[in-house]
């Protein structure tokens, strides 16, 4: 007889974003067999999905009064200078930091992504690390693409980092509700390769859970 999933007591996340959502919940299902339903993510139960980094600063209620039994792990996009207020690793952690200050607040923790270490950057650098390196082409096509239009000389933008994972999806999922961020399966292998051992991104990111999820 199976057994029941454990449920995850001791922590709530609070992340950026739907996909960053849903990559956490499939992650975290892999790794310490914590079920978390589609339902329960809609809810923003467990995985809280802050829409945008500067929301967290609306969250003083939740995090210290509601949820003062439990640790908070806050997970945001390290960014880069276009993001002035936390313009990489280093600001976005003091910017958690500082917040965490104002509210008198001590249990929490942060991890900053892509990987807690590189100071630039975003959860869609970390997808593109974590793909099933088989379908790797599909973002030579991207690069080439982008190098078309910087190539060009007529001033086009380029296409945000969403686009791509997105298009990554497209090119491989038939049902294209699956390709938005709600519909996404990170459990897929045949679109991620979420083993931990071989893979920095990964690896850190699990060490970093281990110290709240893990079983001895």
């Known amino acids: 007889?199976?057994?029941?999933?454990?449920?995850?007591?001791?922590?709530?996340?609070?992340?950026?974003?739907?996909?960053?959502?849903r990559f956490l919940r499939d992650f975290i299902?892999?790794?310490y067999d914590i079920e978390i339903s589609d339902k329960q993510l809609k809810k923003n139960e467990i995985i809280h999905n802050l829409g945008?980094?500067?929301?967290?600063?609306?969250?003083?209620?939740?995090?210290?009064?509601?949820?003062?039994?439990?640790?908070?792990?806050i997970f945001l996009d390290a960014d880069d200078e276009k993001t002035a207020e936390k313009a990489g690793k280093e600001k976005t952690e003091k910017f958690i930091d500082d917040l965490m200050l104002e509210w008198n607040w001590k249990n929490y923790d942060k991890y900053i992504f892509p990987n807690n270490i590189e100071e630039k950057g975003e959860v869609e650098d970390f997808f593109e690390k974590i793909i099933n390196k088989?379908?790797?082409?599909?973002?030579?096509?991207?690069?080439s693409f982008e190098k078309c239009l910087l190539d060009k000389n007529k001033g086009y933008m380029i296409p945000a980092k969403k686009s791509k994972v997105y298009l990554y999806h497209e090119a491989l999922i038939e049902n294209k509700d699956n390709c938005?961020?709600?519909g996404r399966d990170f459990k897929?292998?045949?679109?991620?390769d979420l083993d931990c051992e071989n893979?920095?991104?990964l690896k850190n990111l699990k060490e970093f859970l281990d110290k709240y999820l893990k079983v001895n």
């Open 188 to 192: 897929d292998s045949k679109l991620w």
């Open 1 to 21: 007889q199976k057994l029941k999933p454990k449920k995850m007591k001791n922590i709530r996340i609070f992340c950026e974003g739907v996909s960053d959502q």
């Open 29 to 31: 299902f892999l790794n």
């Open 199 to 201: 893979n920095l991104y």
């Open 52 to 73: 945008g980094w500067t929301n967290l600063k609306n969250l003083k209620n939740k995090i210290t009064e509601e949820l003062f039994e439990f640790t908070s792990l």
């Open 134 to 143: 088989e379908n790797s082409d599909i973002f030579d096509c991207w690069n």
């Open 180 to 182: 938005k961020d709600s």
